[in-house]
Nanobody, 121 residues
């Protein structure tokens, strides 16, 4: 099982980017999916999360600007980032809690590779 993130890049202040995170491999199901970010010299922080049923949660700093969504049929989560700011500059990591087999104890945490997002002044 692996998560593949894509969609990072450079955006001017006020611009938009959309990140994608796809889960590949053989597994029973996916619980929560989320996006984290880590800026230089800072700890990794939760940006947004979404449950299997679509419940969402956001960091205060991105409320009203970022939207997390998922397509369960495609095993993919998205992060639409609008009104980007220089403070959003970070490496973004996708996360998923994946159940490998039919028994609940087979759940494990998976991380995708980081994708750089840079918001310019």
């Amino acid at each position: 099982v692996q998560l593949q993130a894509s969609g990072g890049g450079l955006a001017q202040a006020g611009g938009s980017l959309k990140l994608s995170c796809a889960a590949y491999g053989t597994f029973f199901g996916i619980d929560d999916m989320a996006w984290y970010r880590q800026a230089p010299g800072k700890q990794r922080e939760l940006v947004a999360s979404i449950s299997k049923t679509g419940g969402t949660d956001y960091a205060y700093s991105v409320v009203g600007r970022f939207t997390i969504s998922r397509d369960n049929a495609q095993n993919t989560a998205y992060l639409q980032m609008n009104s980007l700011q220089s403070a959003d500059t970070a490496v973004y990591y996708c996360y998923a809690r994946i159940q490998r087999f039919s028994y609940l104890l087979s759940k494990a945490d998976y991380w995708g590779q980081g994708t750089q997002v840079t918001g310019t002044l």
